[in-house]
C-alpha cells in the first residue's frame, strides 16, 4: 500500500529566499505523485503532477519538483519565495491496485517573512 | 468551466439532526471523492465513486455516514444523527480516470459545524 510522508508541519522562509518542502513515499507500483496546494478557506488545487515522464516536474508560481525513485522523494521547491505563496502544501502519492485511491500526505503550512 | 460545485458553503445544525452536503462534479468526470479536514486528522478520504459507483467506502467513520451518486452529475454526503465530532471542512473532487495522471478538481468545501 502506498503511503506519503511529509517532513516539517511547518516551515517559514523569507521573501526571496528558498523553498523546500520535502515528501517521501512509499509504493509497490510506479507512482503518479502530485503537490497540491492550499490558501485559507479554499480547496486543494494542483501545483504540479510526475506521472513517469520527466523526472524534473515544472508546475505553476514558479515551482518544481523532482522525482528521485533511489530515494523515493518528491521534495518541492522554489528559488525565491513571494508573501503570495504562503498557504497549506499537500504531497499525494496514486497507484492503480484493484480501484484507484490517492493518499495525501498531512500537508506542510508555509510562512514567508517580510 | 465552472469547477466542481459544493452546497451549502457553511452549515450550522443541533446535535441530533440530518445533515446533507451536495456535489456536482466537473461535466465529464467520471471519478468522485468525498473527503473531510480537520486540524487534529487532517484530510481523510471519506468514499471514493467510479462511474457513479462506490469503490471505496473503507473512510466512512460509521453507519450515520452515507454517501450516493445516482448519476453522473450529482453527489450527496449525509450524515444521520450529527454529532459535534462530525464538525469539520468537507471536501468533494473529481477526476476523470483514465487520463494521464489523474489529479483530482476540488470543490471549495462545506464548512459543517455541529453543536
Known amino acids: 500500500a502506498q503511503s506519503v510522508t511529509q517532513l516539517g508541519s511547518h516551515v517559514s522562509v523569507s521573501e526571496g529566499a528558498l523553498v523546500l518542502l520535502r515528501c517521501n513515499y512509499s509504493?509497490?507500483?510506479?507512482?503518479?505523485l502530485f503537490w497540491y496546494v492550499q490558501y485559507p478557506n479554499q480547496g486543494l488545487q494542483l501545483l504540479l503532477k510526475?506521472?513517469?515522464?520527466?523526472?524534473l516536474v515544472k508546475g505553476i508560481n514558479g515551482f518544481e519538483a523532482e522525482f528521485k525513485k533511489s530515494e523515493t522523494s518528491f521534495h518541492l521547491t522554489k528559488p525565491s519565495a513571494h508573501m503570495s505563496d504562503a498557504a497549506e502544501y499537500f504531497c499525494a502519492v496514486s497507484e492503480r491496485t484493484g480501484g484507484f485511491k490517492t493518499i495525501f500526505g498531512a500537508g506542510t503550512r508555509l510562512f514567508v517573512k517580510a | 468551466d465552472a469547477g466542481v460545485i459544493q452546497s451549502p458553503r457553511h452549515e450550522v445544525t443541533e446535535m441530533g439532526q440530518e445533515v446533507t452536503l451536495r456535489c456536482k462534479p466537473i461535466s465529464g468526470h467520471n471519478s468522485l471523492f468525498w473527503y473531510r479536514q480537520t486540524m487534529m486528522r487532517g484530510l481523510e478520504l471519506l468514499i471514493y465513486f467510479n462511474n457513479n459507483v462506490p469503490i471505496d467506502d473503507s473512510g466512512m467513520p460509521e453507519d450515520r455516514f452515507s454517501a450516493k451518486m445516482p448519476n453522473a452529475s450529482f453527489s450527496t454526503l449525509k450524515i444521520q444523527p450529527s454529532e459535534p465530532r462530525d464538525s469539520a471542512v468537507y471536501f468533494c473532487?473529481?477526476?476523470?480516470?483514465?487520463?494521464?495522471?489523474?489529479?483530482?478538481?476540488f470543490g471549495p468545501g462545506t464548512r459543517l459545524t455541529v453543536t
Open positions: 510526475y506521472t513517469s515522464a520527466a523526472t
Open positions: 509504493s509497490s507500483v510506479p507512482p503518479y
Open positions: 473532487a473529481s477526476s476523470l480516470e483514465g487520463s494521464k495522471g489523474y489529479e483530482q478538481y
